[in-house]
């Protein structure tokens, strides 16, 4: 019988990655989708929108994919060099990282 603490807590070494990765993909998703559907291009709330999800959100959702492939190659075998690729991708379209989760999950199984 284990004590408590030295049983393998799931969530160790993951921290909170994969809600910050998708809860910054949505961001991204409905900032775009907002600019796209109603905002007239070279107005200042269309330049605040496109600032907003190309300069905060995506490099965002871009660090943070980096961090979770990073972390889950130490402790659990991740996408190794592969992450590189997804983060660049990231830097201008985020949804990339559903596309990171599926291969994750199809690694580790």
């Not at 030295?6 to 900032?31: E, F, H, K, Y």
């Amino acid at each position: 019988m284990l004590h408590p603490e030295d049983r393998p807590d799931p969530a160790d070494g993951t921290g909170p990655w994969t809600a910050a990765l998708l809860a910054g993909t949505l961001a991204w998703v409905a900032l775009a989708l907002v600019e796209w559907r109603y905002l007239a291009p070279g107005t200042s709330p269309w330049a605040l929108v496109r600032s907003a999800y190309t300069l905060v959100v995506a490099p965002g959702v871009a660090a943070v994919l980096l961090h979770d492939a990073r972390v889950r190659d130490a402790t659990v075998g991740g996408v190794g060099a592969v992450r590189w690729l997804y983060a660049l991708v990231a830097l201008v379209f985020p949804p990339v990282s559903v596309g990171y989760l599926l291969h994750r999950r199809l690694r580790a199984a």
